[in-house]
Every structure is written in structure tokens, then in C-alpha cells.
């Protein structure tokens, strides 16, 4: 199939609406338009409002209309068949949908999948007959496979967090009930062995949300679900490296096809293609680090979703100072839900004593902050990105995870690959132990064997990216394959 009879794939791609997804998604975009794909990508109304706004530094009172920006308008200028549009997610604008999560999400499980529908009948209809569609969506939705196969659709999921989190997530309920560990009923730290592709793992280092008993929650309903549907996918894209989790790829692959093609946003197509995809205003940090020598910046971000307590950014706070190194922290807003967004959530006098050692903004472009040579190590929540964008820029982490994969990433950080130290090692922090942390990685003498490791790793994303390299080869491989299984598919309707 494709150009030689006049038949081109069309992507239809749908991403989870949270930053973190996003960012991979649109990546993902202008890799499959390099390689002859059209796409139509969509965001949720909100998506494009949010971004809109912080394109044109819009206050919040403007309506969607008075924002109206094309992200890809960079990349089809270039020369990409990339379209953009959206469709509703049920909500209004002013709907808060971070603060009411739970409701927010119960309404995407049940009616937002009709809201697909409707759009990829319509596209359906409308669409060129030399273009092939095939359905490209985030691995936490629980509706593709029904939507694919209803409109003869190859169904690709792409799966943007570690291997390793998907296998858990794809074996974990029925090994563990199997194997008498679940539903948990105690606080005792074991450890587990009898996942595949998964040598072995520490139940304190599994999801949070699988150390709940009660499995009725939306959390579990959507995992539930998801990962039930996904294994119906025809495909599975994965936006981590062979090399750095060869196990658990190869036997994943033994179920489904499996590609690691990552980390997207380093490939060498997205680098010198610009598209706006920024949720938050970003802030320009770049004068201010021209100042600081090399290495003596510690960046601290807890990402784009993730919310904590006044407590943990005081202690963290107090921490900095103690530390006496230089920083930039980005506090976005509504990190700690249960302040008023005009309420000062730092230490009385804080900013008057970091003076010129530390910058504070509300958000900032994260991978040109790593990739400044004056930033020589990051305290991060542990979200995926910011762990591939630590890595590809050589920048060692301390680590305090959270939520959601986060204690499984850290897992991998600092126990597997050696690249971080924890910020605690008990459940709670304090500032002195946070100062000593910071010392310890800023430090060169007491950070070298982690810099060493992170200099090898930062090799091998390289190499994976470079155009041998194992994720452009893997990428390749699945282009191959889904024109294949396209011209297949078309001449079995035919």
C-alpha cells in the first residue's frame, strides 16, 4: 500500500487532555507526517482554549473564539500534511476540571466516547478516497478498540509512560490475586517476582493506586478498562528506548506488537519543527542563567497535573536556603489545591532572602531550562517526560514522586539506572535532609558516579535516536508494518 496506488495513511490521533500526554502526542504527530502520513489531530475545546490563551498571554476572561491559533501552521508550512481540530469534552470552559478530577473523568469514561464517535462518523463521510484512516490513541482510554473496529479502523495505541508501568498495569490484578497479594491488607513491604518482563519489583515502588483495596474508583474503572481494550490493539507504540528496558519490551512483544520509539520529543523531525503546545504561560529564563557558572542551577518543577501541601513546599522551600545553591523553581498554579490562587503559598520572606540565588516562576519552557549548561541537576516529581528530558540532557535528578507512576519511575531512576537519589528516604521530609540531598547531587565530588551514569544514559538515547539508532529503526519497522496491515484490511473490504 501507500503512494504507489495512490492510497496515503491518515492518522486520526486522540490524546489524554493533561500536558504530559500532549507533548508526546504532538511529537508523535510530526513523526508520522515525515513519514507520508496525513494527520488529524484533536484537542478537547478546553486543550485549545488553555493553549490558545497561553500562546497570546490572553487573561482567563477570554472566550475561545477570541483565541483561535492553529498549533501545526509552523508544521504545514514545512511542509507536513498535519490538520488540526477539536471537539467538545462536555464541559464549559470555566469547568474546573483539576479541582472536580473525579467528575471530570467519570463523564470522559461514559459520554465523551459518543462525542468520538460522532466526530471520526463524520470524518468518515467527508473524507478523500485516497486517504486511509487509521486510529491513533492514548493507551488510558477505555473506548478505542469498540470506535476501531466499528469503523474498520487499524487501532494503534501509544503508551506514553515506561514499559515497565504498562506490564504492572497489564499482568498486575489477576497475578496478584493469584499469588494472594490483593486486595492489600496490610502495610508490610513485599517483594514481586511473577510479572512478566518485570525481574523484580518491591510492592513500595508499585502505582499508589494498586495499593487500593476498593477498586471502584474512576481510577480503576478507567485502568480496568483500558487495559482490557488494549489488548485488541493492533499496535503499540511505546515512548521509551529498547536498550534502557529490553526485557520488559521483549516480552510485551510477545503478546502484541510492541515499538519503542522514543523519547518523540528529541527525534530529529520535532527538534526543528516548532508547535505551540504549552498549557501555561511559559516564562524566558534564559537571561537570568547566563549569569550562574555551569552546573550550579538546580531546576525544581512537580509538573504539569500533580497537585501537594503547603507543607512540602515550605519544607522544600526551607531546604533551598539551607542549601545556599542556586535555583529556578517553577510553582504553577493550583500546585496546592487548597490554596486561593492569590494566596502566597511560600515562607513569609522567602523571596527577600533567596535574593538573586533562586528565580520563581509560575511556569517555564522545562527542556530549554535542562538543556542550559548552568543547570546541573533537577528535584522533580518523577512524570515521565521530565525524566526522558532529564536523561536526554545529561541532568542528574533527585527524585520525590507522588502520584500515579511516579514511585515506579523513581524505581527505575535511582535504583535501576543509578542516575538520581531520593529526596527521602523516609515517608516524610524535612528541610535539613532536603539541603543535604541538594548538596550531595550539586556537589562534584559527591555526585560523580551519578554523572558518570547519566552520561552513559544520555549516550544511549542519542544513539537510539541517531538514524541507525534502535527507535528511528523501530519506528520504521512499524510504518512498514501498518501499511501492511492497512493494505490488508482494505482488501479484505473490498
Not at 501507500?2 to 486522540?14: D, L
Not at 488529524?40 to 490572553?58: A, E, P
Not at 482490557?228 to 507504540?237: G, H, M, P, Q
Not at 535516536?465 to 501498518?482: A, P, R, T
Amino acid at each position: 500500500m501507500g503512494e504507489k496506488c495512490g492510497v496515503k495513511p491518515h492518522a486520526i490521533m486522540i490524546s489524554v487532555p493533561y500536558q504530559g500526554h500532549l507533548n508526546p502526542f504532538t511529537h508523535l504527530a510530526i513523526k508520522l507526517a515525515s513519514k507520508g502520513c496525513t494527520v488529524t489531530f484533536v484537542h478537547t475545546g478546553d486543550v485549545h482554549h488553555q493553549i490558545s490563551k497561553s500562546h497570546h498571554n490572553l487573561n482567563s476572561t477570554s472566550s475561545c473564539n477570541e483565541v483561535d491559533i492553529d498549533i501545526f501552521s509552523e508544521a504545514r508550512d514545512s511542509g507536513l500534511d498535519i490538520r488540526y481540530t477539536t471537539i467538545s469534552d462536555g464541559f464549559p470552559l470555566e469547568f474546573d476540571r483539576l479541582h472536580n478530577i473525579h467528575e471530570f473523568w467519570e463523564s470522559m469514561f461514559h459520554d465523551f466516547p459518543s462525542r468520538v464517535d460522532e466526530f471520526i462518523g463524520n470524518l468518515m463521510e467527508s473524507s478523500d478516497p485516497l486517504l486511509l484512516p487509521f486510529l491513533v490513541t492514548d493507551t488510558i482510554y477505555s473506548w478505542p478498540a469498540r470506535i476501531a473496529k466499528k469503523y474498520n479502523l487499524v487501532n494503534v495505541s501509544f503508551w506514553t509512560e515506561p514499559a515497565l508501568v504498562f506490564a504492572i498495569n497489564d499482568y498486575y490484578f489477576d497475578l496478584l490475586r493469584a499469588n494472594g497479594h490483593f486486595p492489600p491488607t496490610d502495610d508490610l513491604v513485599y517483594s514481586i517476582d511473577y510479572i512478566p518482563g518485570v525481574e523484580s519489583i518491591s510492592s513500595k515502588d508499585l502505582m499508589p493506586y494498586l495499593h487500593e483495596a476498593n477498586t471502584t474508583t474512576v481510577t480503576h474503572k478507567i485502568l480496568f478498562r483500558a487495559f482490557e481494550e488494549v489488548k485488541k490493539a493492533d499496535f503499540i507504540l511505546h515512548n521509551t528506548v529498547q536498550e534502557l528496558e529490553l526485557h520488559t519490551l521483549s516480552i510485551l512483544n510477545q503478546k502484541q506488537p510492541t515499538y519503542a520509539i522514543g523519547p518523540v520529543n528529541f527525534s530529529a523531525e520535532c527538534i526543528k519543527t516548532r508547535v505551540s503546545k504549552s498549557l501555561l504561560s511559559e516564562k524566558d529564563c534564559s537571561k537570568w542563567l547566563e549569569s550562574k557558572p555551569l552546573g550550579s542551577v538546580l531546576y525544581v518543577s512537580f509538573g504539569s497535573v500533580v497537585q501537594t501541601n503547603k507543607q512540602v513546599i515550605e519544607t522544600i522551600a526551607q531546604g533551598l536556603l539551607l542549601s545556599e545553591v542556586s535555583f529556578i523553581w517553577a510553582i504553577r498554579p493550583k500546585i496546592v489545591s487548597s490554596i486561593d490562587d492569590n494566596e502566597n503559598i511560600l515562607p513569609a520572606g522567602f523571596e527577600d532572602n533567596i535574593k538573586d540565588k533562586g528565580l520563581i516562576v509560575p511556569w517555564c519552557n522545562q527542556n530549554a531550562v535542562l538543556s542550559n549548561p548552568a543547570v546541573g541537576g533537577f528535584l522533580t516529581h518523577c512524570g515521565w517526560n521530565s525524566i526522558l528530558e532529564s536523561m536526554s540532557c545529561g541532568v542528574p535528578m533527585i527524585c520525590y514522586p507522588i502520584l500515579y507512576d511516579q514511585p515506579t519511575n523513581r524505581k527505575l531512576v535511582v535504583d535501576d539506572w543509578k542516575i538520581g537519589v531520593n529526596l527521602c528516604d523516609g515517608v516524610s521530609i524535612n528541610g535539613a535532609e532536603v539541603a543535604l540531598k541538594i548538596k550531595q547531587l550539586m556537589s562534584e565530588k559527591t555526585s560523580v558516579g551519578i554523572r558518570y551514569e547519566m552520561m552513559k544514559i544520555r549516550s544511549v538515547l542519542h544513539d537510539a535516536l541517531s538514524e541507525k539508532g534502535s527507535s528511528n529503526k523501530k519506528f520504521d519497522q512499524f510504518i512498514q508494518d501498518l501499511r501492511h496491515k492497512m493494505h490488508v484490511e482494505k482488501e479484505n473490504v473490498l
